[in-house]
């Protein structure tokens, strides 16, 4: 039998100091954790949880920008009550595997979370559970069907299913002005889980409107040669080319030149060929003239015109200061919908007066879609002055009107578009109504 | 079959890109017994090199040896402001193998702002395309080829008939021994360091070239790349390595061929997992190579 002497509890008075400390310091940890009423106090934080590194490193600055230009329409226009923006990278290398400790740690250590934003198809999937579970309103950049039928409440994404890009790129390839129709495609598309969500659509699509696949070729990123693939392409002899293979586009196009005697075949690209590294890593690998002969890519129909593009524009160029790249992603469409996302979110703050996510999370589709009677914003300081003026508001952002469904998704039509020499997107034409009709029967 | 035949030239590319930067990482590895797995950033870094003079409208050939005298130079620097202090304080096999680890991570990290995310491409590198018997190569490829035979031929030269190769191999079979002897083993540490660096920076112009358009990120590729090579040769052994590079080469281009070319890479590396399990030294080196490099 063990007696408790005076030591002992001495001992264990002093034990408890400690374990009271921590109760303190947790305690006060959770003052700054969002409660219900109230825009609390302190920074917030937008994580920007993305590739930074790796084959997809391309993607993750697109998206930093976003927040980096969205961080001074709110906080030089009173914050969020007050509260000022700040943006943190959290790099997922593109990979699962490194995207869920990314998410973990992003959480555990940020109780100022506001949104997040980014999360592209090479992580979506691992981490939105995560980050819905920790009940943070999100942006997420992926097209993977299975979030066209989502649970998940926090999840919302600003673009359509890549399913719909990959319907406008077969509408492209058959009824895009200044060529004939082709009826001969490759697909080269990267062997990431979001470049191959095309190829089953686009086949379905392009074959049942009379084309033919050609060769059918996942590719390795960051492979150091594509010679034999390219060989193997060249000899199902394609008149096309449908591709998305960020980070090796420049490789495997350059291959395709140099086989095929200096001469470029026709190559169609994702919305997410519209971007300034893959802009600048194919013109280095083909050259300026073949790139703005030969390809022709899809895009949603954003008009960079107007109150919102405006602002937009102003403090993408001012993020220079901090990221020198940011300005190149002046036509980019998934910065202009994070930075809408993120001004969205900070409005139904403001509209609920409320630090606590479950409370303004609801809020913000309701601001994306409007009700009836609704006062059309166009900027997050006209936004604040309407709510204050006690008017229920829509936000139209830079990348123009959003239309949620119920399950979080917001769609919005395609356009054919190609690049100038200096990398801006041109308008190339449209697909009709009727057009577009076939092809979304087409693909199923 | 036209295809194969094809599929043979571009492995024949493939192998001299490989076996370069193969021989410079088991030569330093068979020297100097230090994995250093910073082999591959040394290479990105010198393709970096290349590109900067490259683009400042100096010819890559030139910007070549601009990234071979880097990497030699960085590669000497390396181990002589990092990696020798560590060995001096004693610092375990595993140990330096982290310590390379960390060396990789910086640089990656240090150099991601300085040359950043997007990948690049050198100018005018390509050169006419040939054609013969199936095989299609373009001149700068035949070029790389034969760069690669005379360095191959250079290295044999240099281990087998000179004094500062016969130092090497002595230093490598037995240090103490060596010193014991008369040799000056920390200067012939120092030179193994400087042509093993040439090697790397030179192997890192090479694949950039090879590949195009190269990014930042491919540094981790060149070294898993020469590092197979170098184990599935045998670990210290520049023949080995050699060999290494040509069964990689070849094995890789030939099943894109035949197979899916997205696990073109699995099925070399499935070669080199095969091999080890039947021939844990690899193909070249006795057994116990690895031990007996200390």
Not at chain 1, 132 to 140: E, G, K, L, N, Q
Not at chain 2, 177 to 193: E, F, H, K, M, Y
Not at chain 2, 195 to 201: D, E, M, Q, R
Request: net charge neutral; aromatic share 8%.
């Amino acid at each position: 039998m063990k007696f408790q002497t005076a030591a002992s509890r001495r001992w264990i008075a002093i034990r408890a100091i400690p374990v009271a400390g921590l109760l303190l310091l947790a305690a006060c940890g959770a003052s700054n954790t969002p409660t219900g009423g109230g825009l609390g106090s302190g920074d917030l934080l937008v994580g920007v949880i993305a590739p930074f590194t790796g084959a997809d490193a391309g993607l993750g600055p697109a998206y930093y920008a976003a927040c980096l230009a969205a961080a001074p329409s709110i906080n030089s226009n009173g914050g969020v009550g007050g509260r000022q923006i700040k943006c943190q990278q959290f790099d997922t290398r593109g990979e699962p595997a490194d995207a869920v400790p990314a998410a973990n740690q992003m959480i555990a250590s940020n109780s100022n979370l506001m949104a997040v934003v980014g999360c592209t198809s090479d992580e979506a999937a691992t981490v939105a559970p995560i980050i819905d579970r920790a009940h943070i309103p999100m942006f997420c950049m992926t097209g993977q069907s299975e979030f066209n039928k989502t649970n998940l409440k926090y999840f919302h994404r600003l673009v359509p299913a890549d399913v719909y890009d990959a319907f406008a790129m077969v509408g492209s390839a058959l009824y895009g002005p200044n060529h004939a129709p082709y009826k001969n495609a490759a697909l080269v598309f990267g062997d990431d889980i979001g470049s191959q969500a095309f190829v089953d659509p686009a086949t379905k699509a392009f074959t049942k409107l009379g084309g033919k696949i050609a060769i059918n070729q996942p590719i390795k990123l960051g492979a150091s040669s594509y010679r034999t693939e390219v060989a193997a392409m060249l000899k199902s002899n394609p008149d096309v080319i449908l591709t998305e293979a960020l980070g090796s586009a420049g490789t495997y196009l350059k291959e395709v030149k140099t086989q095929n005697g200096g001469k470029m075949i026709p190559f169609i690209g994702t919305s997410a060929t519209i971007d300034p590294t893959w802009f600048q890593q194919v013109r280095d690998a083909i050259g300026i003239d073949d790139l703005l002969k030969y390809y022709a890519g899809v895009d949603l129909g954003y008009t960079f015109t107007g109150t919102a593009y405006s602002e937009f524009l102003t403090n993408l160029n001012a993020a220079a200061s901090t990221f020198a790249d940011a300005p190149k992603y002046k036509q980019r469409g998934s910065t202009l919908h994070l930075y809408d996302g993120i001004i969205m979110t900070a409005l139904a703050m403001v509209a609920t007066n409320s630090s606590d996510r479950t409370v303004y999370n609801p809020k913000i589709i309701e601001i994306a879609n409007g009700t009836n009677g609704a006062t059309v914003v166009n900027t997050y300081k006209d936004g604040v002055a309407a709510l204050k003026a006690g008017k229920s508001i829509r936000f139209v952002g830079a990348g123009g009107e959003n239309n949620f469904d119920q399950y979080n998704n917001s769609q919005s039509g395609y356009i054919l578009v190609a690049y100038d020499k200096d990398g801006n997107e041109v308008t190339a034409g449209k697909l009709t109504p009727d057009q577009t009709a076939k092809l979304i029967a087409a693909g199923g | 079959m036209e295809l194969y035949v094809a599929a043979l030239g571009f492995g024949l590319v493939s192998m001299s890109v490989i076996a370069i930067a193969a021989v410079g990482f088991t030569m330093q590895f068979g020297i100097t017994n230090m994995i250093n797995l910073a082999y591959g950033e040394v290479m990105i870094s010198s393709a970096y090199v290349a590109y900067y003079l490259n683009k400042a409208g100096i010819s890559i050939w030139i910007g070549m040896v601009g990234g071979a005298l880097f990497g030699a130079v960085f590669s000497f620097l390396l181990n002589r402001i990092v990696y020798a202090p560590f060995l001096r304080k004693g610092t375990s096999h595993i140990g330096m193998v982290i310590v390379s680890l960390a060396v990789s991570l910086m640089m990656a990290n240090v150099l991601l702002p300085i040359v950043g995310y997007y990948s690049v491409s050198y100018q005018d590198t390509t050169g006419g395309l040939l054609r013969a018997g199936g095989i299609v190569l373009t001149t700068n490829q035949i070029v790389i080829i034969g760069l690669a035979v005379v360095l191959m031929l250079g290295i044999h030269g240099l281990l087998r008939y000179t004094r500062l190769g016969k130092a090497m191999r002595a230093t490598a079979a037995n240090p103490t021994l060596a010193r014991n002897c008369g040799i000056p083993t920390q200067r012939v540490v120092d030179a193994v360091w400087l042509i093993t660096g040439a090697l790397c920076g030179l192997a890192g112009v090479i694949a950039a070239m090879n590949s195009d358009s190269f990014a930042i990120a491919n540094g981790a590729g060149f070294l898993i790349t020469a590092l197979a090579a170098a184990v599935l040769g045998g670990a210290g052994q520049s023949y080995g390595a050699m060999i290494g590079a040509v069964i990689i080469g070849i094995v890789t281009e030939l099943s894109a061929a035949a197979w899916a070319p997205e696990y073109k890479e699995v099925v070399a590396f499935g070669i080199l997992v095969a091999v080890m399990v039947l021939r844990p030294q690899g193909l070249l080196a006795k057994r116990g190579a690895l031990a007996a490099a200390g």
